[in-house]
């Protein structure tokens, strides 16, 4: 019995928690990225000027790596915008993932970028004699920058971690290796103006592998995580103790979890008691998917209930269905003086239990009905009524008679119901 529920038209609909807080990640994420692109825009545009009229390459790497912080800033908000869209035909889950994808592309951008920069420097070094001596402006703007961006870096991340976006972490931290890089072009700058003219050529190759290294770092965490990368372990002890607190859950196996953004989609099949109805059974499953959705990572929940552990018992899968076990009851009791009025049957690894009501028929006089409920299967050849049905093992828990009236108001209620 697989229990989903919240579902209409196959779409699915967040929780309040989970609207309420991606709501507030995504007017987060257009306060802080709109302040970042300011500032690049100001900072870069001061680097590459001053960079060019100051002979200082180290800094104009610097100001091509703001160009590129501008870049991924535009980035982040058109994945903010689309990530925060509600589930459609074409996509049932959410897109969440646009923000996954935003990072893949921040990191290849990155990548590319700090490839760009190693090349340049590159080129510098291997002709030292043509490095030109740094004017001292340049080493004010470094200092400048890299002010700003830690400034920038600690403002976005305090935001981030608020919300908890992925996203907006990795962004804020390109922010902490924007300012990184500023105090290595700082650094550089200052041993050329000391005389040392290769070190300028050498902060802006550190700069390029610093910016290469943290683009791999995003990008392959993205690719992770649009690989359908699991939450981690303490996540998952966490969201099993939610499940195993349920009343009416037995144990939990099979718990599986993938990211979707920031969010996780969970699947688990729980253990309940293999003779409750399957209304009891639904209503368990539907208190443990509330339970998990207490957790404001989670974005939708898929519980399986199993009658047993069917990591451990075989399927019993061999059984014979409902139709066919009623007919050989029906065979059976024929000519014993009642008919069946409703069939109760539990499959299990073990066998077929089985729970009988029946009803006394019309011609049976009142002294048979007067008999003990035993009396009315005891005609009934069990060893043979099982090989006919093929199973493994037949019990018959339960065999109520009802009287007529009992009967009629049983068929009512069924009618009504």
Do not use: C
Not at 276 to 303: M, P
Request: charged share 20%; no cysteine.
């Amino acid at each position: 019995m697989t229990v989903t529920v919240n579902r209409q038209f196959a779409f699915i609909f967040m929780p309040a928690a989970a609207i309420a807080q991606s709501g507030e990640k995504h007017r987060v994420a257009r306060k802080t990225t709109v302040v970042s692109i300011v500032l690049n825009a100001i900072l870069s545009a001061l680097q590459l000027i001053v960079g060019v009229l100051a002979h200082s390459q180290a800094l104009i790497a610097d100001g091509v790596h703001s160009l590129s912080d501008l870049v991924s800033d535009f980035v982040v908000l058109i994945a903010n915008r689309h990530s925060g869209a509600q589930p459609d035909a074409d996509h049932n889950y959410g897109h969440s993932r646009y923000e996954t994808v935003a990072s893949l592309f921040l990191g290849a951008l990155l990548i590319a970028v700090g490839v760009g920069m190693l090349w340049r420097a590159g080129t510098r070094l291997a002709d030292p004699e043509a490095i030109p001596a740094v004017h001292l402006s340049a080493l004010v703007v470094a200092v400048l920058v890299l002010v700003s961006k830690e400034a920038l870096f600690r403002y976005m991340l305090r935001e981030a971690q608020r919300v908890r976006s992925a996203m907006l972490i990795a962004n804020a931290w390109h922010a902490r290796s924007d300012a990184a890089s500023s105090l290595v072009v700082a650094l550089g700058i200052i041993g050329s103006l000391a005389g040392v003219r290769l070190l300028d050529p050498i902060a802006a190759a550190i700069v390029g592998f610093m910016v290469a290294r943290m683009g791999w770092v995003f990008g392959w965490d993205a690719l992770q995580d649009l690989s359908d990368r699991a939450l981690d372990e303490a996540a998952s002890t966490g969201l099993r103790t939610l499940l195993l607190a349920t009343p009416g859950v037995r144990d939990v196996h099979e718990l599986r979890t993938r990211k979707m953004g920031d969010f996780a989609l969970v699947d688990a099949h729980i253990l309940v008691d293999p003779l409750i109805s399957v209304s009891e059974g639904h209503f368990i499953a539907e208190s443990a998917r509330a339970r998990l959705l207490t957790d404001t990572r989670v974005l939708d929940a898929l519980i399986h209930v199993d009658p047993e552990n069917d990591t451990l018992a075989r399927p019993p899968v061999d059984l014979p269905p409902r139709e066919r076990i009623v007919s050989e009851l029906n065979a059976a009791l024929d000519g014993h003086g009642v008919a069946i009025e409703a069939v109760n049957l539990h499959y299990l690894s073990s066998g077929l239990d089985v729970e009988l009501v029946l009803r006394p028929s019309p011609d049976l006089g009142e002294e048979g009905r007067s008999e003990g409920d035993a009396a009315w299967l005891a005609g009934i050849d069990r060893v043979e009524l099982q090989r006919r049905l093929g199973a493994r093992r037949l019990s018959v828990l339960k065999a109520t008679v009802l009287s007529e009236p009992q009967s009629k108001l049983a068929r009512e209620h069924r009618d009504v119901a």
